[in-house]
């Protein structure tokens, strides 16, 4: 399966611990975009990357997240010092240029 | 900003019965419009898309047609299937603030559920 591969697929922290999220694009593929999705919401933009860039993080909260898409390996959706609320359903997208985006199967955080 | 309004879920119909979801927007400018489909346990699948006024995507028996009077994109199968079983997610693509790409807004997801 050559499509965007997130890991972990489930993922439990407890408060102030860091929780990692993982995304391998679709191979070829140097756009990679972050979403959020909150219980009984749709998916919220979070930031869209190229390797080695952020174009644009205006939807990530401004303290204890960051992301990068290093040159080599996945992209990084980094969450510090986790706190009840970040519990989510975090989807990562894949697109060759800005067409259409290729979803991974999400990572479900669970922050106790 | 930009929103998408969704039909809540969930939805439970027979199978071959017909099925229609409904999607509105609000936005600036002409956006794209989108219906993603998510299967158990699986990520996020386009099914359609329009990228005009009265355009009609269609894909597996899935239509919806682009309305810009009422700014509506509902989305219509004449005979669901028990594989029809999913969330279905409408959204539309605007510019990030940066001017930079697309992204994509999304409504809330409507579970839908077919029985035999």
């Known amino acids: 399966n050559a499509g965007v591969m997130q890991n972990p697929r489930h993922l439990v922290r407890r408060r102030g611990q860091e929780a990692r999220l993982r995304c391998s694009p679709v191979k070829g593929h140097s756009h990679v975009y972050w979403y959020r999705q909150l219980p009984e919401e749709g998916l919220k933009f979070m930031v869209y990357?190229?390797?080695?860039?952020?174009?644009?993080e205006s939807g990530m909260p401004k303290e204890r997240f960051s992301a990068e898409f290093p040159k080599e390996g996945p992209s990084i959706l980094r969450i510090q010092q986790v706190v009840r609320g970040d519990s989510a359903a975090y989807f990562c997208?894949?697109?060759?240029?800005?067409?259409?985006?290729?979803f991974g199967e999400g990572s479900r955080l669970t922050v106790l | 900003g930009d929103s998408v309004t969704q039909m809540e879920g969930p939805v439970t119909l027979s199978e071959e019965a017909f099925l229609t979801i409904n999607c509105t927007y609000t936005a600036t400018g002409y956006p794209s419009l989108f219906w993603y489909v998510q299967y158990p346990g699986e990520g996020l699948q386009l099914l359609l898309k329009?990228?005009?006024?009265?355009d009609k995507g269609s894909n597996k028996g899935f239509e919806a047609t682009y309305r810009k009077e009422t700014t509506s994109f509902h989305l219509e199968k004449g005979s669901v299937q028990v594989s029809d079983s999913a969330v279905y997610f409408c959204a539309l693509s605007d510019l990030l603030s940066s001017g930079s790409a697309r992204q994509l807004t999304f409504g809330s997801g409507t579970q839908l559920t077919v029985l035999p």
């Open positions: 997208a894949s697109s060759l240029y800005t067409g259409e985006l290729f």
């Open positions: 329009a990228t005009k006024a009265d």
């Open positions: 990357l190229q390797k080695e860039n952020i174009i644009d």
